[in-house]
T-cell receptor
C-alpha cells in the first residue's frame, strides 16, 4: 500500500507563473489536508477537503490560492501568479476518517521556490 | 499567545541521555498528535493520544487532559533521533490541526 504521494518534489517558478501541486492520498483515504511550512517557521493548516468538497479552507490566503479534490485523480493545490513569499514547503496528509480522530499520514512535501 | 506552545525550542544532548519535550495547549481537544520532521523534511506521525501514556520503542508520550499538557520522552537517545519534534492538536469542533512551533533536537555522539 503506497503512502501519500506528492509531486513534484521540487518546483521552481518565476514570479507571476502558476504552480500546481499534486497529492495522491493513501488508498482508501478520502480526507486530504494541505499544510504550508514557510522557511524557519512551523506548519500551518491551509485547507481540508473530502472527495469533491472543500470542508474547511480557513487557512487559505484569500487570493491566488485554490484547492480541489476531484472524484477521480489527485488533490491539487493551485497557486496563481506566484510571488517570492509563496516559497515554502507544501505538505499534504490524508486520513481514512476525520483528522481529529485518526492518525495522519504525510506526503514527502513539495518544495516551491519562486525566483 | 499561541494555542500550542512547546518547550524547549532547541535542545542539544549527548548520546544516551534521557530527553523530555513539553507541549502545552490552551484549547479543548479530543486528542493530541506528536510528529517528527527529519532533517530532510519528511514528516512522520509518532503518536496520537487522548489520555494516559503510549510507548513505542524508546519513545514515550504522556498527556494530562486536565492540565492541558503533554510530554514526549526519548530514552537512551541516539544521534538518529536528531529531528524536529512537533505537537499538534485539533481544537474541538474543528477539522484541522494547530501546530506547535517545534522542538529542534540534536543528539551528539
Amino acid at each position: 500500500n503506497a503512502g501519500v504521494m506528492q509531486n513534484p518534489r521540487h518546483l521552481v517558478r518565476r514570479r507571476g507563473q502558476e504552480a500546481r501541486l499534486r497529492c495522491s492520498p493513501m488508498k482508501g483515504h478520502s480526507h486530504v489536508y494541505w499544510y504550508r511550512q514557510l522557511p524557519e517557521e512551523g506548519l500551518k493548516f491551509m485547507v481540508y477537503l473530502q472527495k469533491e468538497n472543500i470542508i474547511d479552507e480557513s487557512g487559505m490566503p484569500k487570493e491566488r490560492f485554490s484547492a480541489e479534490f476531484p472524484k477521480e485523480g489527485p488533490s491539487i493545490l493551485r497557486i496563481q501568479q506566484v510571488v517570492r513569499g509563496d516559497s515554502a514547503a507544501y505538505f499534504c496528509a490524508s486520513s481514512r476518517d476525520a483528522w481529529a480522530l485518526e492518525e495522519q499520514y504525510f506526503g514527502p512535501g513539495t518544495r516551491l521556490t519562486v525566483t | 499567545k499561541n494555542e500550542v506552545e512547546q518547550s524547549p525550542q532547541n535542545l542539544t544532548a549527548q548520546e544516551g541521555e534521557f530527553i523530555t519535550i513539553n507541549c502545552s495547549y490552551s484549547v479543548g481537544i479530543s486528542a493530541l498528535h506528536w510528529l517528527q520532521q527529519h532533517p530532510g523534511g519528511g514528516i512522520v506521525s509518532l503518536f496520537m493520544l487522548s489520555s494516559g501514556k503510549k510507548k513505542h520503542g524508546r519513545l514515550i508520550a504522556t498527556i494530562n487532559i486536565q492540565e492541558k499538557h503533554s510530554s514526549l520522552h526519548i530514552t537512551a537517545s541516539h544521534p538518529r533521533d536528531s529531528a524536529v519534534y512537533i505537537c499538534a492538536v485539533p481544537p474541538q469542533g474543528a477539522q484541522k490541526l494547530v501546530f506547535g512551533q517545534g522542538t529542534r533536537l540534536t543528539i551528539n555522539p
